[in-house]
């Protein structure tokens, strides 16, 4: 797949987006429904999000939608249950773009010196 630096960079530049994107990540926000455990597959559920960044579900939901779009991660509705899963491709697709840019100013500045 395809990744596009100006979606996922345009999607990162909510300060709300980019902490749930890192928590997704890096804490593996998760939980349980009702005494449930419906995300056992590495992902988050939409409401442990809420809960978690004391956000309205409309705002949460708005969040998760502009990540989705930008390819950050993945979303699947499992009955009442909407799981967030991380998409690693995204990041090091972002990483790559990111490096590029580093050794191409890199070289620019080796030959002007």
């Known amino acids: 797949m395809q990744y596009d630096p100006v979606k996922i960079f345009k999607a990162l530049s909510n300060e709300s987006r980019l902490e749930i994107l890192k928590s997704l990540y ?57 799981k967030v899963f991380p998409n690693p491709e995204a990041l090091e697709a972002i990483s790559e773009f990111s490096e590029s840019l580093v050794r191409g100013t890199s070289i620019k500045q080796a030959e002007g010196a």
């Open 26 to 82: 890096l804490e593996g926000i998760s939980g349980t429904f009702e005494g449930e455990d419906p995300c056992t597959e590495n992902c988050s559920c939409v409401g442990d999000i809420v809960e978690r960044f004391r956000l309205a579900p409309s705002t949460i939901s708005h969040h998760i939608k502009e990540l989705a779009m930008a390819g950050l991660v993945k979303v699947e509705r499992n009955g009442q249950f909407i």
